[in-house]
């Protein structure tokens, strides 16, 4: 990588970890060139816009999602394997974010009632593709007669994002000691009550 790739790089991941902290309003150029010891108009020329380099930032958390949790998860056999992988390497991400925070959850919470924007449409078209996947996924295991025939996809897709919520809210807010614990188990009990 050229040198202007490299700071990009090094800017990008920055304001990944500021905005998993602070959430994505939190985000600003004069923060982040503080942070980088860089001048605003250094940073500035890098992504253009306090937008732009929102939007930039939920891209990058997206890459790294879909490499720790998405494409290892393929490499699992079609059925409720990769549906365990999904799940399991899911709330594992969760749990390692429980000190910084998840930018689909934090984003949700920032922009669920705001007007659209670019920084919006990216977060939803994103957890859109996840949710995507993960009822892909849930329909390939009734398939492969892993789970219940009458499974209703809807419903345990709603109930695994319960799980996970419940595990933000109570490690991150209230500060739960065994909420990681209590969060695995339930998502354990979740998938054995739709097996066959």
């Not at 040198?3 to 985000?27: F, P, Q, Y």
């Amino acid at each position: 990588m050229r040198k202007g790739e490299l700071t990009r790089a090094a800017i990008l991941d920055t304001a990944l970890d500021l905005a998993s902290r602070n959430g994505l309003e939190g985000l600003t150029i004069g923060l982040l060139a503080e942070r980088m010891q860089m001048s605003k108009s250094g940073v500035f020329a890098h992504f253009g816009s306090r937008e732009d380099l929102q939007v930039e930032v939920v891209h990058e958390y997206r890459r790294r999602f879909e490499q720790e949790v998405f494409f290892p998860s393929l490499t699992e056999p079609r059925g409720l394997p990769r549906l365990l992988g999904f799940a399991r390497r899911w709330m594992e991400k969760r749990i390692r974010e429980v000190s910084t925070g998840c930018i689909f959850i934090s984003g949700a919470v920032e922009y669920d009632d705001r007007p659209e924007s670019p920084v919006r449409q990216e977060l939803v078209k994103i957890v859109t593709i996840w949710r995507t996947a993960l009822t892909r996924a849930i329909n390939q295991a009734k398939e492969e007669g892993h789970l219940r025939a009458d499974a209703d996809p809807e419903m345990m897709l709603f109930e695994m994002y319960g799980i996970e919520l419940s595990l933000h809210h109570d490690a991150r807010f209230l500060r739960l000691p065994r909420s990681a614990e209590l969060a695995m188990a339930a998502l354990h009990k979740l998938i054995e009550s739709y097996r066959i």
